[in-house]
């Protein structure tokens, strides 16, 4: 059965205060790694799709990481502006199978 | 840039009655999805459809819920006779191809009295 673990549940930081995010999968056959936001009441919006070990991507003041386990958000200089829950989902057997998500708050 | 549209955005029902959730995916993805989210709770896969016919599914989706692309925009989802349990958001997702990245709709809120 596929897994997602993501890591911490919440976090609080000060605007500035640079952080990473942390996503433990297992699945049979990854087909691909998701990043979301996700603000309250409202629907997951795309971040980044990762498909295999190695590869990064970077948008604005996020970079998101793959390994063969695990998955890295990294936040750089965060705003007030990007507190939000962080959601990770994985693509094998399951269409798509998400974790708790980071609930992240920015303090200004 | 297109987006996935979902109606209602809210709607409350009685135990035991049918609801119809709408959803129009973005116009030239041949994938599309339902999900759901109980407060606080993860995002749950319930049904995927491609071809005019369910692909995959999983063990929520069962014989209450059905799904239906009856034209070439709307894709809707069915709950024959709610239940309490059924109180989520439900989200609509699109996507080009199987292994390609999802996006998600607005939502709608479903609440079972």
């Known amino acids: 059965e596929d897994q997602v673990t993501q890591s911490p549940e919440a976090l609080r930081l000060q605007e500035g205060e640079s952080s990473s995010l942390n996503c433990s999968y297992t699945?049979?056959?990854?087909?691909?790694l998701f990043w979301y936001r996700q603000d309250p009441g409202k629907g997951p919006e795309f971040l980044f799709t990762l498909y295999s070990a190695g590869e990064e991507k970077e948008k604005e003041r996020l970079k998101a990481t793959l390994t063969k386990k695990e998955s890295f958000l990294h936040i750089t200089a965060p705003k007030p502006e990007d507190s939000a829950t962080y959601l990770c989902?994985?693509?094998?057997?399951?269409?798509?199978?998400f974790g708790k998500g980071t609930r992240l708050s920015v303090i200004a | 840039e297109p987006e996935v549209t979902q109606t209602p955005s809210h709607q409350v029902t009685q135990m035991g009655q049918e609801v119809i959730l709408r959803c129009v995916p973005i116009s030239n993805h041949l994938y599309f999805y339902w999900y759901r989210q109980i407060l606080g709770q993860k995002v749950e896969f319930l049904v995927s459809f491609y071809n005019n016919e369910i692909s995959e599914k999983s063990e929520i989706f069962d014989d209450q819920f059905s799904v239906e692309r009856p034209d070439g925009s709307n894709f809707t989802l069915k709950i024959r006779s709610t239940k309490l349990e059924d109180s989520a958001m439900y989200f609509c997702?699109?996507?080009?191809?199987?292994?390609?990245?999802?996006?998600f709709g607005p939502g709608t809120r479903l609440l079972v009295l």
């Open positions: 699945v049979s056959g990854l087909r691909g």
């Open positions: 997702a699109s996507g080009r191809d199987r292994e390609e990245t999802q996006y």
């Open positions: 989902a994985v693509s094998g057997n399951t269409p798509l199978v």
